[in-house]
């Protein structure tokens, strides 16, 4: 089939919830490292990543290697058996997990290690009422869909109590009208009054991104969580921290959680980059708190599967023998440089820079006093990267935020091409 067909059956068979990106959308037939070759002809450089889950590299060699021989060797037989690429990942995990005797468990997603990490802490503390935060996304699930702090995803009303949703750390357009470091933090200590006023003062916990992903990669100050989380302990519940999008190194560390200092999550979460595409969800606790999770409850047919679990291995090797951690920080860091030059070059258009590592986020305004979101701007960005072949992503409540992140192996030259094509893209959108 051509693209036009492509497109044409997508439309056709397809629910009309599986969207796509630009004007005409981009059909691609093969990818290796940083670039994407459409339907087109036309080489793309990637600044998304499949929505952050190609963390080293489309077709990397090494993972790529290792999954094809695994798929001639043992495929699927299910959690009913112990397997060994299963226990060589979940050892690995808990000698670099942020807490010590960690265990795991494995799904296909995000949104199902999510739910499960939620089933733990109500499982663990015999309570069910959560909080979660405004602007956040937490998947597809029946749980999930109540988490979320966006109107547009929530497809159907709420449906399961006892989720209450607390004041994001947006600094950018704070609820309280404050200024960091002024501000006090009034939106981590109005957590308690959440806890006091619309529950019953007793919860299961507390789920939180370390950078909020489909929010628009907001980031909170770094004493947020250490104040948060302080107050959910208090209160008897568990914190998780849900990095689905942030670990792996992404933000500049293994995990997202240790961009802050005195906090340590209770619960996990994570899926995305941990495979470099295969599917798999991790939600990992300390033990204390896993081993609540006895008999029959959640079992997951292909989570851990071998394939996945193998891919995962890999992904892990490349990352830490590779260094990209470190080319995380260092490219991260020259994004962002770039990226806050361009905002000195549209100061009324682009409202806010932010990020962490290569989670770098672009908020796009109609005037920079007023802050009015402009999420037709922000498309016409996103059309004119494109037809200069960079491919970005974009997200936050109002659709008015560009998120850029490219696979973690990005290296100089192209973090300088994508910001040349930015510069270009901004001034053929805002002219």
């Known amino acids: 089939m051509d693209a036009r067909e492509i497109i044409e059956k997508h439309n056709q068979y397809l629910f009309p919830n599986v969207s796509n990106y630009y004007q005409e959308p981009l059909v691609p037939l093969k990818a290796n490292g940083m670039i994407v070759t459409g339907a087109d002809g036309k080489n793309y450089l990637d600044f998304f990543g499949g929505i952050l889950t190609v963390s080293v590299g489309h077709c990397h060699p090494r993972v790529t290697a290792r999954v094809i021989e695994q798929q001639k060797t043992l495929v699927h037989l299910s959690t009913l058996y112990p397997m060994e690429t299963q226990v060589r990942l979940a050892e690995r995990l808990a000698h670099i997990a942020p807490f010590s005797q960690a265990k795991s468990f494995f799904t296909s997603s995000g949104t199902e290690a999510d739910e499960t990490a939620v089933l733990l802490a109500k499982v663990r503390t015999g309570r069910r009422e959560l909080i979660a935060l405004r602007h956040s996304y937490g998947g597809r699930g029946a749980v999930a869909l109540n988490m979320m702090g966006q109107a547009p995803w929530r497809l159907v009303d709420s449906e399961i109590p006892g989720i209450k949703h607390a004041h994001a750390p947006y600094c950018y357009r704070c609820d309280f009208h404050l200024k960091y470091p002024d501000c006090g933090l ?5 957590v308690e009054t959440l806890i006091q ?15 909020m992903g489909v929010g628009g990669f907001i980031v909170p100050p770094k004493e947020y969580f250490e104040i948060v989380s302080g107050i959910v302990n208090q209160y008897g519940g568990l914190f998780i921290a849900d990095e689905v999008q942030t670990a792996w190194g992404r933000t500049g560390k293994w995990w997202g959680v240790q961009n802050f200092p005195n906090f340590t999550p209770d619960i996990l979460t994570s899926a995305k980059g941990m495979a ?3 599917p798999i969800g991790l939600t990992m606790a300390k033990a204390d708190v896993a081993d609540a999770m006895r008999g029959l409850l959640s079992l997951a ?6 394939v996945s679990t193998t891919a995962a291995l890999a992904t892990l090797e490349v990352i830490e023998e590779e260094h990209l951690v470190q080319n995380v920080q260092a490219m991260g860091a020259r994004l962002r440089d770039g990226l806050e030059q361009l905002q000195g070059d549209f100061p009324v258009r682009i409202g806010d820079v932010r ?4 989670m770098q986020a672009v908020e796009i305004v109609k005037d920079a006093r007023s802050k009015e979101p402009d999420a037709p701007a922000t498309v016409r960005v996103m059309e004119a990267a494109k037809k200069r072949q960079l491919l970005i992503g974009k997200g936050g409540l109002y659709g008015n935020t560009l998120r850029i992140a490219p696979p973690m192996i990005v290296n100089v030259g192209q973090v300088d091409d994508a910001l040349k094509v930015l510069a270009d893209s901004f001034a053929e959108a805002f002219a």
Request: hydrophobic share 35%.
């Open 355 to 358: 990020g962490l590592g290569l």
């Open 197 to 211: 006023t619309e529950t019953r003062g007793l919860i299961a916990g507390m789920i939180a991104e370390p950078v």
């Open 186 to 190: 009034a939106c981590a200590r109005d």
């Open 301 to 306: 047919t292909f989570g851990g599967n071998p």
């Open 276 to 278: 470099n595409g295969q």
